[in-house]
């Protein structure tokens, strides 16, 4: 058990000094074994979100004329509206409202896909599986704290913040493909967006499996401190017991060959 706990502790210092170094992206070196397979599933998950995240940018420009014609529609009267043709007001209204979801949705998109690049770099200078280096984060965030911690939860709650905002972007194309399937970029981003939601699910589950391990990993190092320190108290409670017990029968000693 010391051993293990000393062999954890050793590389939490080691990740601690690694994650300090700016490397440089790509800089040699690679995880062994089935951490290849780990970092291209990674990387294909980058890719996939930086896509899904082009396609929300190109869809929000094309829709940027909605919102536009949305603010000029509600300058007019009602009777001039009844007069209009074309696409009804209330389908406007909807893409105009998809373009305000998608506008803001386009930096989330960008910070979760730089989250997932970092790791995959982090991993092959560390030369660790990605599922390791996230093992070893949550540790050292959970061990301590301060700088580590915060950044750790930093680029979780990017990732968390996709996950919810993705869910609305689905909701809005999924209404703008219905309105118009040939808005540029609307056919990507609805069927890629699904794929995306499923790989973010299965990494939030690794996140919670890691932050569960590294809980359970700190409790387990409390316990065994908590324990040595009973048993060293233990010692030296009964040194000092014995102690007391020599020099009480050294004194009784002493009033004896007085007498």
Do not use: W
């Not at 082009?54 to 929000?60: F, K, Q």
């Not at 909605?66 to 007001?89: C, E, F, H, K, N």
């Not at 050292?140 to 700088?147: I, T």
Request: one cysteine or more; aromatic letters at 4%.
């Amino acid at each position: 058990m010391e051993n293990q706990i000393s062999l954890r502790a050793s590389r939490q210092l080691i990740l601690c000094a690694a994650l300090a170094i700016p490397f440089a992206a790509q800089a040699g070196g690679g995880a062994a074994g089935g951490g290849s397979t780990e970092l291209t599933q990674l990387q294909n998950n980058t890719e996939l979100i930086a896509q899904v995240g082009e396609a929300v940018n190109t869809t929000s420009n094309t829709l940027m004329t909605a919102q536009s014609t949305m603010q000029q529609l509600r300058q007019l009267s009602p009777d001039v509206l009844s007069q209009m043709t074309g696409l009804p007001i209330d389908q406007v209204q909807k893409m105009a409202q998809a373009y305000e979801v998608m506008n803001k949705a386009s930096g989330v998109y960008k910070d979760a896909a730089a989250v997932l690049e970092k790791a995959r770099n982090d991993a092959i200078n560390l030369n660790v599986s990605p599922s390791e280096l996230l093992r070893m984060k949550a540790e050292v965030a959970a061990a301590y704290g301060g700088q580590y911690q915060q950044v750790y939860e930093q680029e979780q709650a990017k990732l968390r913040r996709l996950a919810d905002v993705s869910a609305d972007v689905q909701k809005q194309a999924e209404t703008v493909k219905g309105i118009d399937a040939n808005v540029k970029g609307i056919q990507v981003l609805a069927n890629q967006n699904v794929k995306m939601q499923a790989s973010l699910t299965s990494l939030n589950e690794s996140v919670s499996t890691a932050n569960s391990m590294a809980a359970q990993a700190g409790a387990a190092d409390q316990a065994k401190a908590k324990q040595s320190a009973e048993y060293e108290k233990a010692i030296l409670d009964e040194f000092n017991k014995r102690h007391a017990t020599q020099a009480s029968e050294l004194e009784a000693l002493k009033n004896l060959s007085k007498k």
